[in-house]
């Protein structure tokens, strides 16, 4: 399976600033998937983000707030834009292989707003 | 629309005991349903899968899960609980050709010495 980096692994972070975190894949792949983990719960998908277009938010993120960049086939990044206490969460990113597709993981950046 | 749901928020047995974690889905297509483990600190890890083909799926360090249609579950299971296994466990779908996971809200799993 790939080996997926994140970047940060944590940061703390003032309300009202934005965070860039960073996602790196050891291989090409198509797919990649940005999720939030807030505290103490399970994982939503924020959007797919396929290289070559634009990304797809789910119901209840905007790009607004969570703007995706997807240069090439083995990086993405997910900006965390005019943050609020409410947006610390672990964030992941995740690629999608095989078929039919299983998503790796990376390890998340761990974000907490101040 | 798919859903998942996971019976149960915290588990707990003794080590050497058997582990059952729940697991039903909704999906008004065939599914795709997944477990993920996610020790302390650390992404998620792909346990194992179930891709409409052997309904008696086999994943890693020891565990296994039973995807049965007639009762929309999928349950995963190991015979005996080591100390190792203690870790949040979540239960995912996806539709065909994969893409979109829908995750569970996660069991915690204790084991007791």
């Known amino acids: 399976s790939a080996v997926i980096s994140q970047k940060p692994s944590r940061d703390i972070c003032q309300r009202g600033t934005s965070l860039t975190i960073q996602c790196q894949v050891d291989?090409?792949?198509?797919?990649m998937f940005w999720y939030r983990q807030q505290p103490g719960q399970s994982l939503t998908l924020i959007a797919t983000?396929?290289?070559?277009?634009?990304?797809?938010?789910e119901s209840g993120f905007v790009i607004d707030k969570f703007p995706i960049s997807r240069p090439n086939l083995t990086f993405s990044t997910l900006t965390v834009s005019n943050m609020s206490p409410e947006d610390s969460s672990i964030y992941l990113c995740?690629?999608?292989?095989?078929?039919?597709?299983?998503?790796?993981f990376g390890p998340g950046t761990r974000l907490t707003v101040t | 629309a798919q859903s998942v749901t996971q019976l149960g928020s915290h588990v707990s047995v003794s080590e050497g005991a058997l582990v059952l974690l729940r697991c039903n889905y909704s999906?008004?297509?065939?599914?795709?349903l997944f477990w993920y483990v996610q020790y302390p600190n650390q992404g998620l890890q792909l346990l194992l899968k179930?891709?409409?083909?052997?309904?008696l799926v086999k994943g890693i360090n020891g565990f296994e899960a039973e995807f049965k249609k007639s009762e929309t579950s999928f349950h995963l299971t190991k015979p005996s609980a080591h100390m190792s296994d203690a870790a949040e466990y979540f239960c995912?779908?996806?539709?065909?050709?994969?893409?979109?996971?829908?995750f569970g809200q996660g069991t915690e799993l204790s084991v007791k010495p």
């Open positions: 983000a396929n290289q070559g277009s634009e990304a797809t938010y």
């Open positions: 995912a779908v996806s539709g065909p050709g994969g893409g979109k996971l829908i």
């Open positions: 179930y891709t409409s083909a052997a309904t």
């Open positions: 995740s690629v999608g292989e095989g078929g039919p597709v299983e998503q790796y």
């Open positions: 999906s008004s297509v065939p599914p795709y």
């Open positions: 291989s090409q792949v198509t797919m």
